[in-house]
């Protein structure tokens, strides 16, 4: 049980990262779609479980153990190069969308520049690699249960103080795609895009499969349940966060100044984290093409603060749902993976 448990954490400390604490992604991918949006969380934590289960499974069975086998063993020796290039690119694009959101969020709560916020958070992921990066990643496991609790507090006071209608209605906010289906879709997609890999690599240090299956079942139907909750927050308090670029941030300002001021430095810290711990990846997986560790992480956190200017609102809408695109020919790998598991489970029963 305590080796479930471990492998539903990991799977939701990567999953509950700065865009989710903001707030933004849920808006964007669910709540803006109204109650059918709220539907969609529950088909986006179904994939989840399945995805996660199959994902650690795999790892197991063939006890993966890097990054660069678990890439090989899902595409091929061929084609693992060109999409270990495109998960690059992936990386970064998210690496700019974390740093962004620090911007806005000091912005929103200070009323600084989101220029400059998105300044310090990039000079910060870039000293970490001085510092040891590995030590202040761990810290996402420090915030995970504090944005766990978030999410309950918030739920708390949305069913207890229901927002006013708003007259004249709103304008809807960015959606992510055209319907809530596919965006509910999407959101899988790109989580999984992301994660798919560590996912791979803890799943081969789990010795029994059962273990691993339940771990990931567990972990995606957890995840599904905070998602559900956080979106049903901001679908019933839309007329206290619209237009904000960090709704959670402004909504907990309302419940209460202080609840406000302590949720500043755990967005902020997830954001960061997020940020460092793929400057790091990325820096270490363009050091093996010749570049020095510390000269990429420089230049991974330059170019990032430079696309971080298009705006923290319009990068979620932007790069999310691209990522979520190719996120889709991973999940269609992993679904096909459990298809001929499942087909070829009654065959060796047979035989």
């Not at 949006?37 to 197991?60: K, N, P, R, T, W």
């Not at 990066?133 to 978030?150: E, F, H, K, S, Y």
Request: charged letters at 5%; a positive charge.
């Amino acid at each position: 049980m305590k080796d479930v448990l471990r492998l539903g954490a990991v799977f939701i400390g990567l999953m509950v990262g700065g865009g989710f604490a903001s707030g933004q992604e849920v808006i964007q991918f669910f709540s803006a779609f109204g109650r059918p949006g709220l539907l969609g969380c529950l088909v986006s934590g179904a994939l989840f479980a399945v995805l996660v289960l199959e994902l650690y499974a795999i790892g197991c069975q063939l006890q993966i153990h890097t990054h660069q086998q678990a890439m090989t063993r899902l595409f091929g020796r061929r084609a693992a190069p060109a999409l270990d290039l495109v998960l690059c690119v992936c990386l970064f694009c998210m690496i700019t969308v974390m740093i962004a959101g620090g911007g806005a969020s000091i912005q929103q709560q200070f009323g600084l520049p989101a220029a400059a916020g998105s300044a310090i958070m990039a000079a910060l992921a870039w000293l970490a690699m001085v510092c040891n990066a590995r030590r202040i990643v761990d810290l996402v496991g420090i915030m995970t249960p504090l944005v766990m609790l978030m999410v309950t507090a918030m739920l708390a006071f949305a069913l207890a103080h229901p927002a006013p209608p708003a007259a004249p209605p709103l304008p809807p906010p960015p959606r992510a795609a055209a319907n809530w289906l596919a965006s509910a879709v999407l959101y899988v997609s790109f989580n999984v895009a992301g994660a798919a890999p560590v996912l791979l690599v803890v799943g081969g240090q789990v010795a029994h499969l059962r273990t691993a299956r339940l771990g990931g079942l567990a972990g995606g139907a957890v995840f599904g349940a905070l998602l559900l909750g956080l979106a049903f927050v901001l679908h019933s308090q839309d007329t206290l966060v619209h237009g904000s670029a960090v709704p959670t941030l402004r909504l907990a300002g309302r419940m209460s100044p202080l609840f406000g001021a302590a949720l500043l430095p755990v967005i902020l810290l997830k954001l960061y984290c997020s940020a460092v711990g793929m400057t790091y990846t990325l820096a270490v997986r363009l050091q093996s093409f010749g570049l020095p560790r510390m000269a990429a992480a420089a230049g991974i956190a330059l170019g990032a603060w430079g696309m971080s200017q298009l705006g923290f609102v319009a990068l979620v809408n932007r790069v999310y749902p691209a990522i979520g695109y190719f996120g889709l020919v991973l999940m269609a790998v992993i679904l096909a993976s459990l298809a001929r598991r499942s087909l070829a489970q009654p065959r060796a029963a047979s035989a």
